[in-house]
Each structure stands twice: as C-alpha cells, then as structure tokens.
C-alpha cells in the first residue's frame, strides 16, 4: 500500500473513532519522533527516518482502539503504542538485512544507504528503545506481552529462512509462519490495548491475531500483483529470496509448469515479474482473497462483546487489512 493510501485510509478510522483517538494517535507520533535522538548523529538518522518512513501506524492504532473509552493508564497506552511500532521497524530493519533489501515504502534501505552494520545497529537501537518505553510503566505485564510477541517474530523468521525454495510447504505451516511472524504482534497490540485500560481481555487478542494473518496473506498477495508504485519494490520479491507464500503454493496446484518451477531458477525481476503473472492468471491471488476475507469476518465475529462504536472501528481497521488490495 502507498504512504497516501495508507493515510487516508487511517485518517478514515481516526474520523469513526472520533478526537480521543486523533489526540492519542498524535501523542504516539510525537514519542515517535523524539525516540531514535541521543544515540549519536548516525544512529538518529537512521533510526529517525525509519520512523519517519511512513508506515500505517496499524499496530499502534490497534493498541489505542483495543483500550476504548476506559483507559485507566494512558501513559502507558501511549507509550506500549510507541513500543510496539518500534518492534515492527526493527524486525523490518532487520528484515531488510536479511533479504538484502534495496527499497522498502519506496525509499533506500538502512542496509542499503548505511550498510549491514548500521542496519543492524539501527534494528537493535530500534528495539531496545521498545522496551525503555515501558519502564514508566512498571508493567510487568506489559514486558511480557511484548517480549513474547518479539520472539514470536524471530521464531517465525526462522521459520521462514528453513523453507526458502521448498516447495512442500504445506498450508498449515505457512500459516503458523504468518501467525509467528505478523499475527502475534497485531495480538500482543490488542493485549496492551486491554491491559492500558485495565480491563480482563475480552477476545481482542484473538481478533488482533485474526487479522494479522489476513493481513500478510494479502501482503503475500500484493507481492504478486504490485504495482510496484504501490508496493514500494518490484513485483515477486518472495519469489527471488526463495520465500514460498501461499499465492505460489496455490497456484502450483493449478499449474504443472509453476509445480515443476525450481525457485532457484528465477533470477531478476523481469523473470520474477514473468512467474507472478503466470500465480496470477492461475486464479491462486483471488483465492487467498477470499481466505484473507474469511478470516476478517470470523475477528468481526469476536468484536459481539465490545461496545458499540469501538466495535464499529474495528471493524473498519478489519476490513482495510485486505481492502488495500481490491
Ligand atoms: C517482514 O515480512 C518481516 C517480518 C514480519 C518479520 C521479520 C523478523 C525478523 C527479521 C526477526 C528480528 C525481529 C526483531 C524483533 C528485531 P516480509 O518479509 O514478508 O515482508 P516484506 O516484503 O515487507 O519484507
Ligand atoms: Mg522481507
């Protein structure tokens, strides 16, 4: 999804969930801001346009929106909202590293423009200013939330990096790579949400976890279809690192030529450009379009307890985790 896409379309949740959370959101950017500073120039920087990259600030407007009106700590809701972007700028940071990334959100990335040892540096400074956000808070609770879901996110790398160029990834496990990697820190947003607001967790978390692994089979998916103007990288960027999504692992099914394609093989974007047409024109993208729709309207079916208009933009939050890609 483009920056301005991504804006408006959380300008729209904003709006439906009314000043409070405008007033929230500003706050969390604000600390935002202020966090990669006192570390040296480089460090800031770096650090400093990772934040300023853009974004959706998805995971942050999780946390505030799972709090509602009954926020009983709203430093700490400001700060776990802060803590949990963080998380999810230093496992991309790190990401990046680790695909050998030029671009992410269209622009160069830290490994690209300051090289693995600032990328690493940045991702661990990142990181680290993470958990520092939650110490005011004296949130055991919170530590372990986000401690959890930060393992979580590494397990679900590794994962990852142990299947590239299998093609007998079975669809259980990649899902449960999309749970480990993405969905557990959209659950661990929900939790903190609830626990800033001092109430038990209704089923906010499984509605969190829900929709995080919606959103990165339609992240899977958008690999595929592009553009690359709206992407920010070229299209079959899985392809060529050898990760095995579930667009590709569909459309084998579907095609003889793409089941007997050793990944290996495919080498430069024109090529990876020629196989996400062919997973397209097999009908594998709509598929997981529907599984990513699916699983969006089982989380609005967790949303029964919750109040009225909390439910309401959540609900939209929900639904723009794969309407970015209609
Ligand atoms: C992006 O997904 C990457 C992740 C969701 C997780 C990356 C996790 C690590 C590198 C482990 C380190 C973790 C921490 C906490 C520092 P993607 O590769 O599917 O999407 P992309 O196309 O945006 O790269
Ligand atoms: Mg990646």
Do not use: N
Request: net charge negative; proline share 4%; hydrophobic share 45%.
């Amino acid at each position: 999804m483009s920056a301005t896409a991504g804006a408006s379309a959380l300008q729209a949740v904003i709006a439906a969930g009314g000043p409070e959370l405008g007033g929230l959101m500003a706050e969390v950017e604000d600390r935002l801001a202020r966090l990669a500073t006192g570390h040296g120039a480089e460090l800031a920087r770096y650090g400093g346009d990772t934040i300023s990259a853009g974004g959706k600030r998805l995971r942050p407007l999780l946390v505030c929106l799972a709090a509602g009106d009954a926020v009983v700590d709203r430093a700490l809701l400001v700060r776990a909202a802060a803590a949990i972007e963080l998380i999810h700028a230093a496992s991309l940071v790190h990401d990046d590293v680790l695909d050998r990334s030029p671009e992410r959100r269209g622009r160069p990335t830290v490994v690209a423009a300051g090289g693995p040892t600032m990328a690493l540096a940045t991702g661990d400074l990142l990181f680290s200013r993470a958990f520092a956000e939650l110490v005011p808070s004296g949130s055991v609770e919170a530590v372990r939330i986000l401690s959890r879901a930060s393992s979580a996110l590494v397990t679900g790398e590794l994962m990852q990096r142990a299947d590239a160029y299998r093609t007998d990834v079975s669809l259980e496990r990649y899902l449960e790579r999309c749970r480990l990697k993405t969905a557990v820190l959209f659950r661990a947003a929900c939790e903190l949400g609830v626990l800033a607001a001092g109430g038990p967790p209704p089923s906010l978390g499984e509605f969190g976890e829900a929709i995080g692994v919606a959103f990165q089979i339609l992240d899977d998916v958008l690999d595929v279809s592009g553009p690359p103007e709206r992407t920010g990288k070229p299209r079959g960027t899985d392809l060529l690192d050898g990760t095995v999504t579930l667009p590709f692992v569909l459309a084998r099914e579907r095609d003889p030529e793409l089941a007997a394609l050793d990944l290996r093989t495919v080498r430069g974007t024109e090529k990876a450009a020629a196989v996400c047409d062919r997973i397209a024109a097999s009908g594998a993208l709509e598929l997981c379009r529907e599984r990513g729709w699916a699983m969006v309207d089982a989380a609005k079916g967790l949303l029964r307890d919750i109040d009225r208009r909390r439910a309401t933009v959540l609900a939209l939050v929900a639904d723009g985790v794969v309407e970015r890609y209609a």
